[in-house]
Structure formats: C-alpha cells, structure tokens
C-alpha cells in the first residue's frame, strides 16, 4: 500500500491521485498538499464564535457589547484589547492577603506586618500633617526596614520623589523659594 498523504487531525490516507483530491492544496508541500483534508480543514475554519466577546475566567461574567467591554481588564495584545478577567475580579485578587504580602515584600522588602507596624508609628503626614493618602515612605536605593523613613501624604512623597530624594536637590528648591518669597 503507497501512502501519499494522511490526514492530521482524522486520519483520512490519500493512496492516490484521486485520494489526493480530498486534502487541502498547497504547492509547498509533497505532492502539492497538506496533510489535511478538506473536511477538517473546513470544521476547523468553521468553528462556531462563543455568544459573548469576553468572559471572565474566574466568576463568568460575560461582555456582550463593546460597552461591557469596559468591564475587563485592559490588555493591547489580547482579544479586544481585554483579558479574560473582569476589574471587579481583578480587584478582589489583589486584595488578596497572599497578593499584599508579595506586593510589600516586592516594593518595599518587608512583611505586610512590618508594613502595617511602620504605617501605625503616625497617623497624619509628617512633613504637612495631612491625614489624607497617606503612604509608606522610603529610601529606594535600599530595602528592608532600614529603607523605611516614615509616613507621607501622597503629594507630599511624590514632591520628594520628583526632586531625586536627595537633601541637596532640596535645598536648593528651598533657596530659591526663599529668593522669591514675599516679604510681610
């Protein structure tokens, strides 16, 4: 028995001219086909498109419109520009005590209970005293609690972070708002 051609997906043999009729063409391959039918070829185009855009793969919420779409977690290379995790689901993960805890270690080099211990040492900001936003403060160059400095509003970490963390860079942001300040 002389076989040209077999069928990956059914098993279908081709043994002849006649039998090759039945595979895909393609001039690249031997004998001018695939090994591929055309019936599998066919119910493999073919398969029938799910009733929903996306669908959430951890409680099933399914995006039906293009609206539901902004429902899902944002994602350039995936279908639609979404993941297949809904932002409600998302949240729930990391908010998650095992997501906190690599979160913190991660970031900060620390447990998430010597996290919540270094955020308890003050209740407001310590450079303007707000109680708003207030977040964990720290040197970047190292890690650990040594890297901890202390409890910051949101605005007030961010001005730091913007002049490079660096007393010097203050400064001088300092003089030059002495320089211009209005006399009383």
Known sequence: MNILRTCKKCGLIAQDEEDLEKFVTDMGSAYGKKNLCKKCDNARRHVEKPPYLRKCIYCGVEAHTEGDLEEFVNHSGAVHGKRNMCLECKKKIDRSPEREEQTKQRLY??????????????????????????????????????????????????????????????????????????KK
Request: glycine share 10%; proline share 0%.
């Open 109 to 182: 080099g620390v447990s998430q209970a010597e996290y919540i211990e270094c955020m308890s040492t003050s209740h407001c900001c310590e450079i303007c005293g707000s109680e708003q936003e207030l977040v964990y403060d720290h040197d970047h160059s190292s890690t650990g609690l040594e890297s901890f400095r202390g409890v910051l509003c949101r605005a007030c970490n961010g001005a730091i972070g913007i002049l490079g963390d660096k007393l010097s860079d203050l400064n001088r942001a300092v003089s030059y708002l002495k320089r211009y300040e209005r």
